[in-house]
């Protein structure tokens, strides 16, 4: 062991500078209160300070900063959706992605890998041609290859998947990255905290006070904070919040599941999909290979993980790359994924003054981090809904205005 990290264990003093403070009580009052110290509570906070002079916030968790959905994703970037809607969203994201660790100051090794959707029936390549081209009209760079291509940039492919359900072609979009995913809580947390916002972790959040349909305050835990803006930015708890302004929403909750291998030689170098195997891989930089599947195929508030995901992925793996049945799986887990109807989000302004949401993140919502951040922290400083997120309301739920993402969102994450 290096001495100076000896030294620094050892050391009562915190030679080092903290990430952020840990402030000893809560105050009595805040310009506002964000429920929730995942990547898109901490997000908004930043850009609240950094953008709109905003620094009179508590952020509070229940839990540690990054210990919800942010610390458990596959950490999956990418902007090659179905609706303009969705496209224009996502692009918006990973341009804020690519420059987001000189920005934040922190090393979040983003890592531009290339990302593959496999089809493996004619139906499912007309999706891709259908997204190829709303993607290619807004922009983005994504475009529908042929088996031949997609061998040539993942050579150990098996394309005839066993004979089972042989690929026939893919979308294929070069900016799909991978990015780690606690370094980016991390790094809007310390860049908050600069800016004079408080984190507060271990504070519940019980209630939260509405009068004359104007929040008017908090109760955690830990006391009572006055305030008259409430974001709740906490993903699969959201059905526990919104029920205490008696708010109704049409998310519920399914569990997500993942797993890490052991590390093996860097061979993979994009992302690969498929919707049709329930399946998505790629190789972290340290070696292992991050997997993961489609949901739960039922409703649970539960973050356990069951020997049957692990059964069922490894199966589909094998079809695309045999030579994996040796491997040895690391670890596995889940989240709570807090789904809507449509696949899409549900952001912004709700029908009660003061209370803000930034939810429905279900499967895909990690790589709406820096996004969510800068347009929700718009929405709370004007009290107007950012133009990007204006489809997002929960209103659409009212006024059939759905934004149908399934079909680039289900399994591709
Ligand atoms: C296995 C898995 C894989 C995924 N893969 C991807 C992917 O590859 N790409 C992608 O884009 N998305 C992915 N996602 C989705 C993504 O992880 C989430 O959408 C995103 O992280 C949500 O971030 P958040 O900050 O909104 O919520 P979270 O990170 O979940 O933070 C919410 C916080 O709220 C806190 N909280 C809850 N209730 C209270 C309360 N009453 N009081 C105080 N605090 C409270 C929780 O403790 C938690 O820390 C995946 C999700 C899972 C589970």
Not at 84 to 113: M, P
Not at 264 to 270: C, D, E, F, M
Not at 298 to 320: C, K, M, P, V, W
């Amino acid at each position: 062991m290096p001495l100076k990290l000896l030294q620094f264990g050892l050391s009562r003093k915190y030679s080092e500078p903290r990430m952020f403070r840990t402030p000893p009580r809560l105050k009595d009052k805040y310009e506002a209160v964000i429920i929730g110290a995942g990547g898109h509570g901490l997000g908004v906070a930043y850009y609240l300070a950094r953008d709109y002079g905003l620094t009179d916030i508590a952020v509070v968790d229940k839990g540690y900063i990054g210990g919800g959905n942010t610390g458990r994703n596959t950490a999956i970037v990418r902007s090659n959706y179905l609706t303009e809607e969705g496209v224009k969203f996502y692009a918006e994201s990973v341009r804020l992605f690519s420059d987001l660790s000189h920005d934040l100051d922190i090393n979040l090794f983003y890592s531009e890998r290339g990302h593959f959707t496999l089809a493996h029936t004619d139906a499912s390549l007309r999706t891709m041609r259908w997204r190829a081209e709303v993607n290619k009209h807004l922009g983005v760079n994504s475009y529908v290859i042929l088996p031949e291509e997609i061998k040539k940039i993942c050579p150990y492919i098996d394309i005839s998947c066993g004979g089972h359900l042989p690929i026939v072609g893919a979308l294929y979009h070069p900016p799909g990255a991978i990015v780690r995913h606690d370094a980016v809580a991390w790094g809007y947390g310390k860049q908050a905290d600069r800016r004079g916002v408080e984190i507060h972790q271990n504070t519940c959040v019980t209630g939260i006070d509405v009068k004359d349909n104007q929040v008017v305050g908090v109760q955690t835990d830990r006391g009572y904070i006055k305030t008259n803006r409430v974001l709740s930015a906490v993903a699969g708890y959201t059905p526990r919040i919104t029920k205490l302004v008696g708010l109704r929403t049409p998310i519920t909750v399914q569990p997500l599941q993942a797993c890490v291998t052991e590390p093996l030689k860097p061979w993979l170098n994009s992302i690969v999909v498929s919707a049709s195997l329930h399946l998505y891989v790629s190789q972290s930089s340290r070696g292992e290979l991050v997997m993961g599947a489609s949901l739960d195929p039922y409703e649970l508030h539960s973050e356990r993980s069951t020997l049957d995901f692990i059964e069922g992925l490894a199966d589909h793996l094998l079809q695309l790359f045999p030579f994996l049945s040796n491997i040895k799986v690391n670890r596995q887990w889940s989240g709570m994924s807090d789904m809507t109807p449509d696949f899409s989000p549900i952001m912004g302004t709700t029908p009660i003054r003061g209370f803000y949401i930034d939810s429905g993140w279900g499967t895909w919502g990690f790589k709406a981090t820096p996004v969510c951040g800068t347009t929700m922290a718009y929405t709370m400083a004007t009290n107007e809904n950012h133009e990007l997120i204006k489809p997002f309301n929960l209103s659409r739920f009212e006024n059939f205005a759905q934004v149908g993402e399934k079909g680039a969102a289900s399994v591709g994450h």
